[in-house]
């Protein structure tokens, strides 16, 4: 396979995590000790928030009321689209039963954790598209009890919009907390809410490490890191439609990546010579996150034909992954590794981002080589069964106590011995039931 760079990276992303993981360890021990008066104190200190933590269905309204309608009809419209999409997903999420061998019935049952957290990013920029994909997506699967919680703005506690997109999800309880404070907070069930079983959604380095620490004791989404983007082209794309979106994508942060894979050089060199001149045009804080990215870990690679371009995509395994190139289907069927897949240039990752449906919490930093993003898939429990009549119990039992004994483990084989001890071949079984799923 035969590649050039025309731009290679200076760096990879990389993370403090040694120093990150010592802080957030000390703030989850102090928060267990301290309980809910530690995280007011770390909300007042770090947030600058000494209002209410938990928020009332009086504010829900009133920040409703704050908002132009119009956002409210851009907020319904992108919550449709996400729920109808993970309604889709559901019908894909099915029991099974089968009889195995005469007698002995297994099946098993998709059941929805009993409470979910999901953590809304703050800061630079009002993530209201992530209340959306993780609230959404969990009440469509069925968990019992949701908290949202995202960083409270001083004097203003969440901002109304990302407020208003937390009420209409259908979140059960909301608290003004941010980062760490409001991982252990969920996690340790304060406030009069239920622990809940999994935590999900981005958020800052030191959220995702907080979300690594407690993983085992709960379950989470996925290891985040910085997000990353690729888009695939030919000579039939746009180059300035390249540029946009690889420049929407590098303003996520300094150290975003974006990558372009091509097979014609003149696009590569077009697009090269588009993208400063577009971040340059953004406002700031913006221009400069993109700019850093842009100089520091963007990549163009030119490839010797679309195979090639296939290749680099599997292995780099993006988080996003656009391609601006013919004969969609080809690539439908080709790629492999990718958190989410954008066809054509009349969609674009700022849509899955903000609206169009699909999940926009996805794997970064090559994980989507073995895992997907958030789906109502995250918050089902796949369990099994078994039930067996007193003919199939002595057919397993025989193999059972051999295979046990080979192993060592005697008191497996004794179970399966009492079990042909009692269910002697001549006396009669009644036929295990089916259980319906």
């Known amino acids: 396979m035969t590649v050039t760079h025309l731009k290679a990276a200076k760096h990879r992303p990389e993370s403090d995590q040694a120093d990150t993981r010592a802080t957030v360890e000390a703030m989850l021990a102090e928060i267990r000790a301290g309980g809910e008066a530690r995280v007011a104190s770390y909300a007042s200190e770090l947030d600058r928030w000494d209002g209410p933590l938990l928020v009332d269905h009086d504010t829900r309204r009133a920040a409703a009321a704050r908002l132009p309608e119009s956002l409210k009809e851009d907020i319904r419209f992108a919550h449709a689209n996400i729920r109808r999409f993970a309604e889709a997903q559901m019908r894909t999420v099915q029991g099974c039963e089968v009889e195995i061998l005469p007698g ?246 700022a849509y899955g981002d903000k609206a169009s449906g699909p999940n926009h919490v996805l794997p970064t930093s090559g994980a989507a080589r073995y895992t997907g993003g958030l789906s109502v898939h995250k918050f089902m429990k796949t369990v099994t069964w078994q039930r067996a009549d007193r003919a199939a119990s002595r057919q397993l039992g025989g193999a059972t106590a051999r295979i046990s004994r080979v192993e060592g483990m005697e008191g497996h084989a004794r179970a399966a011995d009492i079990r042909l001890e009692r269910y002697a071949a001549t006396e009669p079984g009644p036929a295990a039931a089916k259980t319906a799923v």
């Not at 221009?287 to 292995?315: G, K, N, T």
């Open 104 to 349: 002995l019935i297994a099946g098993q049952r998709q059941i929805p954790v009993s409470a979910a957290g999901c953590y809304v990013p703050g800061g630079r920029y009002s993530h209201i598209a992530s209340a959306l994909m993780t609230i959404t997506t969990a009440k469509v699967a069925g968990v019992g009890h949701i908290t949202a919680c995202s960083p409270p703005r001083p004097g203003e506690g969440i901002p109304a919009a990302i407020l208003y997109a937390m009420d209409l999800c259908g979140a059960d309880a909301i608290l003004n907390l941010g980062g760490v404070q409001g991982v252990a907070a969920m996690a340790e069930g304060l406030y009069g809410l239920p622990r809940v079983d999994i935590l999900v959604g981005p958020g800052n380095q030191y959220v995702a490490e907080a979300k690594r620490i407690l993983f085992g004791e709960i379950g989470i989404d996925m290891f985040a890191g910085p997000t990353d983007s690729m888009v695939l082209a030919d000579a039939t794309a746009d180059p300035e439609i390249v540029a946009v979106d690889l420049v929407s994508q590098a303003e996520h942060g300094w150290n975003s990546p974006v990558w372009l894979a091509t097979t014609d050089r003149a696009l590569a060199e077009k697009v090269m010579q588009i993208v400063p001149g577009l971040i340059d045009a953004l406002p700031e804080p913006n221009a400069s996150s993109a700019r850093a990215a842009w100089a520091d870990f963007a990549e163009v690679i030119l490839c010797e034909d679309r195979e090639a371009m296939a290749r680099v995509a599997d292995d780099y395994a993006p988080e996003h992954l656009h391609v601006q190139a013919a004969d969609l289907d080809w690539w439908l069927e080709r790629l492999r590794a990718y958190g989410s897949l954008f066809l054509g240039e009349e969609t674009t990752v």
